[in-house]
């Protein structure tokens, strides 16, 4: 079946430090990918995607690209601000259906 | 403008009651889901729907119950509410129709949260 993971945090930051959280996946088809991002208390937002392998998807300063040879899709940020301190969550779509997939989110908290 | 609701967004209940949960998009979209948000588990769909009438089992489908009468609602029903059903609930709605299927998006509400004791 479908699975993605993705490190696990926190990952505690200061403003303006680069980002990086992991993510990969396992999937019987050619999955669209996805970043999805939560803010306290609120419910889930999509951040980026990309449906194809080499595609990037970026939004907000963040960018993740799709790598199909390495089954992977790891969001990245050059300059972090303390309004990113949220939860981030990894979720694939298999080609053939509508339901997501989520790995286990990795909460982000960044220090002024 | 168009939005995913859900009510209540706070309840308490006791073990053994039957609770519902109510979810209701104005987006007009086909598809919705039920999902619950656990520590260390990110988020495992419940049930789901494509549809006026249809319904699914998803991953963790066990001591609940969705029903489809209309294209807006998809009420989360708990037959007898366990301790461990206590966790956050988050209902979701997307459009398969789009520029392509890899383009359609999964719309969530702000969350339930659900204490059961």
């Known amino acids: 079946g479908n699975s993605v993971t993705q490190m696990e945090g926190p990952v505690t930051l200061s403003e303006e430090a680069f980002l990086t959280i992991n993510c990969t996946y396992t999937a019987t088809g050619y999955p669209s990918l996805f970043w999805y991002v939560q803010y306290p208390g609120e419910g889930l937002q999509l951040l980026l995607k990309a449906t194809k392998a080499d595609d990037k998807g970026s939004n907000k300063g963040f960018e993740a690209t799709y790598r199909k040879e390495t089954t992977s899709f790891h969001l990245e940020k050059g300059s972090v601000q303390v309004s990113d301190s949220a939860v981030y969550f990894c979720?694939?779509?298999?080609?053939?259906?509508?339901?997501?997939?989520f790995g286990g989110g990795t909460r982000l908290m960044v220090k002024p | 403008d168009a939005e995913i609701t859900q009510s209540p967004r706070h309840k308490i209940t006791e073990t053994g009651r039957q609770v519902t949960l109510a979810c209701h998009q104005t987006?007009?979209?086909?598809?919705m889901f039920w999902y619950r948000q656990d520590l260390g588990h990110g988020l495992r769909l419940i049930h789901y729907s494509y549809g006026v009438q249809d319904t699914n089992k998803g991953e963790v489908s066990d001591g609940y119950s969705v029903s489809r009468s209309n294209t807006e609602d998809l009420p989360l029903t708990l037959e007898s509410a366990a301790s461990s059903q206590t966790s956050v609930y988050f209902c979701?709605?997307?459009?398969?129709?789009?520029?392509?299927?890899?383009?359609?998006?999964?719309?969530f509400g702000p969350g339930t949260r659900l204490t059961v004791l």
């Open positions: 979701a709605s997307s459009d398969p129709r789009g520029p392509g299927q890899g383009y359609n998006e999964q719309f």
């Open positions: 987006w007009n979209h086909n598809n």
């Open positions: 979720a694939l779509r298999d080609g053939a259906g509508n339901m997501l997939t």
